[in-house]
């Protein structure tokens, strides 16, 4: 079983529509939570970053963590078509640095 | 700011050459990492660095890769001698200490024939 678990998708939804992006892990000890976005022939790029449990929230988008039962997920509103992308989950021990990562999730965002 | 500069982003070669991969840190970043995306493994860490040191290398597939970190602003993948199953998109990131998140470049796209 793979730490990070995120379905692949792909997932497509009309412009406006809100968004909901899952990944669940299995260990206890992942204290740090990111999502990353990647466009096509792109390097990911950090989108949200949180610690331990809670919301956090940047313009359209929301980030949610649950440790009891370990699902991390990603809101995103008002949805555009830039917004299409592939969408990975990130997680990370204290002092760890090393960074386990979900499969990733392909958005389509139609116009 | 510049972000990681990564270089080349494309590299064509045939089985059994050697490929070295370059990357650029953020200025002030002293962590640096080496990642491996393909469509089947997604992103694996191969080896990261605090300070230019090595800390963890337990990714590193085979004896026939390696890395380095001559100084804080630059360092190497290379691979000797390369097999096609190394194709694959190679990420360079940086980060800052602890915790601090990682910052990724555009990667090296490599292509074994």
């Known amino acids: 079983q793979k730490e990070v678990e995120q379905d692949p998708g792909p997932l497509s939804v009309p412009e406006g529509a809100i968004v909901s992006l899952n990944c669940t892990y299995s260990n206890s000890a992942f204290q740090y939570f990111m999502w990353y976005r990647q466009y096509s022939r792109k390097g990911p790029e950090l989108l949200m970053y949180t610690y331990s449990s809670g919301n956090k929230e940047d313009g359209r988008f929301t980030a949610q963590v649950d440790k009891s039962s370990k699902y991390i997920s990603l809101f995103i509103r008002d949805s555009q078509p830039s917004d299409s992308a592939t969408y990975l989950c990130a997680t990370e021990k204290q002092g760890a640095q090393k960074l386990v990562f979900g499969q990733g999730t392909r958005l389509t965002i139609n116009p | 700011d510049a972000g990681v500069i990564q270089s080349p982003r494309h590299e064509v070669t045939e089985m059994g050459q050697e490929v070295t991969l370059r990357c650029k840190p953020i200025s002030g970043h002293n962590s640096l990492f080496w990642y491996r995306q393909t469509m089947m493994r997604g992103l694996e860490l191969l080896i990261y660095?605090?300070?230019?040191?090595?800390?963890?290398d337990s990714g590193m597939p085979e004896d026939r890769f390696s890395a380095k970190m001559p100084n804080a602003s630059f360092s190497t993948l290379k691979i000797q001698p390369s097999e096609p199953r190394d194709s694959a998109v190679y990420f360079c990131a940086s980060g800052g200490r602890g915790n601090q998140p990682q910052h990724f470049g555009d990667g090296t796209r490599l292509s074994i024939l």
């Open positions: 660095f605090n300070n230019n040191v090595p800390i963890d």
